[in-house]
């Protein structure tokens, strides 16, 4: 397989645009405790408001990643943020559930556009080097979510709602790198049309129906991953208020250190499985999270906050390992497969959050924190895996 050369400053632009683009994301799940008190909503309208943003984020990413396999549209990324910034204005002046629930849906559609796109972007520079190019895009995004708790703790919670308009900033900033990013995507899309031979993909030899099997517990783990995740960035502020009697700008720095430590294991996942193979990053990433998930319930407040740590770094290196081991089972199709499993991440999140929410509301946050610790265990299911993808 050839290598040709990795084109590092639209990496890093695209995976500074998925930091903006998450940051942005990410303060939905942050104003959770202030929207609650303000619109007196249950756990059940909060998990609502989760199910309705990871919908719109879902939804629409395989069919954005199928059309645009067939036909690039390299300036879509900056249109997608466009409704974000819109999204995000509407949600600063949000006078009701119904108003919000419509605000948080315009930011989800701008993140269905946004990631497929924005993951091709990064094969296409990656020179070869696919796992460590989704893992600096990654990187990112996961730092973007680490960002969006403690600026909420500092800007949003001390001086309300309406102060989430000052954030729209970012997504002009962001719409500017995209806009240089759609160029240089457009002129490689040139080049691709008039060289095709300078495509070049991971050969297996799987039957259609090991490749399918292997399709399926790539989507059970993601199952696993992110019904957990979501129990930390949706739950994880309520769950030290509830259980420690913490202030909601203390839960916000705690989540804050969780979604850091996230961020800081994203990139461990790529390049390695680019050395030692992608099977067992993912076997590695998801089952090496069940000891301390399951302390995690019993602790007290500081280790609570110690255990956090290793999660967020282990849980984190998975995604990559998985969006680059999907891609070369399906050899050509990258906006599909990272549509498809963008979507299906957000989707699960979504439907977990409005489920672990009802299960709250009916029992109590720390009952969903002593089920979901057992969620990692589903990663034994990795050994089923073929070994594909060790360049």
Known sequence: MKVGKTVYPILIAISLSHLLNDTLQSIIPAIYPIVKDSFSLNFAQIGLITLTFQLAASLF???????????PQPYSL???????????VMLSTAPSFNFLILSVA???IGSSIFHPEASRVAHMASGGRRGMAQSVFQLGGNFGSSIGPLLAALIIVPYG????VWFSALALLAIFILF???KWYKRKVRIRASRPDTEHHVVHNLTKRKVIFSVSILLV?????YIYLVSMTSYYTFYTIEKFG????DSQIYLFIFLFAVAAGTIIGGPLGDKIGRKYVIWGSILGVAPFSILLPHMNLFWTVILTIPIGVILASAFSAILVYAQELFPGKVGMISGLFFGYAFGMAGIGSALLGGLADRTSI?????????????????AFLPNIGKD
């Open 61 to 71: 990413q395989p069919f954005v990643g199928f059309y645009t396999d067939r036909k």
């Open 78 to 88: 900056a249109i997608g943020m466009a409704f974000t910034l819109v999204g995000l």
């Open 106 to 108: 315009l930011v989800g």
């Open 161 to 164: 709602q309406s102060n989430i």
């Open 180 to 182: 240089y990013v759609g």
């Open 221 to 225: 783990l993601i199952f696993s991953k």
């Open 246 to 249: 913490v202030s909601v700008q």
């Open 366 to 382: 720390e009952y969903v924190y002593q089920i979901c610790a057992y969620l990692p265990l589903i990663g034994l299911i990795t």
